[in-house]
T-cell receptor
């Protein structure tokens, strides 16, 4: 049973650039959430996708955007990168929209220089 | 400000002892509570969830929920060095119908000493 997968594992970008991170949910899951985890902090909710639509959004600027594809995979895009965007970006999937349990992928470590 | 608070630790316990991790939350209407374990450099792993007042046991882990006191805890019996990790408490806060976002505490770092 394939778990949540994310790519790439690590990424280094320069301030002002744009980045796209990818996530495939656990087999059978149709809802994807994205979280940002800064060093020494708990994950912070960015947004959640279901049926290819953004259903909920946390307190993140419009520079953060996303997409969900018909196969339930998802992308997180961040424009105009800031040094403060350096973090571990985590994707979590849920069995169905409204399911409370969320299962995380291995994450993408983004470093902005 | 709706919050989830944990003691950052580190919490050190000897091997074989009971580790007790605590979490308080600000939103009295919260209904769903989770404990994640995160090893250094890895992603969070869901180990327990609890939705009703009382205790829920799974192997060496027991989650305890007291909604009146807005308090949730995780007990780890017979602690092992492999339990050394950061434990994250997460809550689905009552922020409107259909809200499923997890709000996390900063985590408690547990160290089990052989």
């Amino acid at each position: 049973d394939a778990g949540v997968t994310q790519s790439p594992t690590h990424l280094i970008k320069t301030r002002g650039q744009q980045v796209t991170l990818r996530c495939s949910p656990k087999s059978g899951h149709d809802t994807v959430s994205w979280y940002q985890q800064a060093l020494g902090q708990g994950p912070q909710f960015i947004f959640q996708y279901y049926e290819e639509e953004e259903r909920q959004r946390g307190n993140f600027p419009d520079r953060f955007s996303g997409h969900q594809f018909p196969n339930y995979s998802s992308e997180l895009n961040v424009n105009a990168l800031l040094l403060g965007d350096s973090a571990l970006y985590l994707c979590a999937s849920s069995l169905v929209y409204g399911a409370k349990e969320q299962y995380f992928g291995p994450g993408t470590r983004l470093t902005v220089t | 400000q709706k919050e989830v608070e944990q003691n950052s630790g580190p919490l050190s316990v000897p091997e074989g002892a009971i580790a007790s991790l605590n979490c308080t939350y600000s939103d009295r209407g919260s209904q769903s509570f989770f404990w994640y374990r995160q090893y250094s450099g890895k992603s969070p792993e869901l180990i327990m969830f609890i939705y009703s007042n009382g205790d829920k046991e799974d192997g060496r882990f027991t989650a305890q929920l007291n909604k009146a006191s807005q308090y949730v805890s995780l007990l780890i019996r017979d602690s092992q060095p492999s339990d050394s990790a950061t434990y994250l408490c997460a809550v689905i806060l009552l922020s409107g119908a259909g809200s499923y976002q997890l709000t996390f505490g900063k985590g408690t770092k547990l160290s089990v000493i052989p």
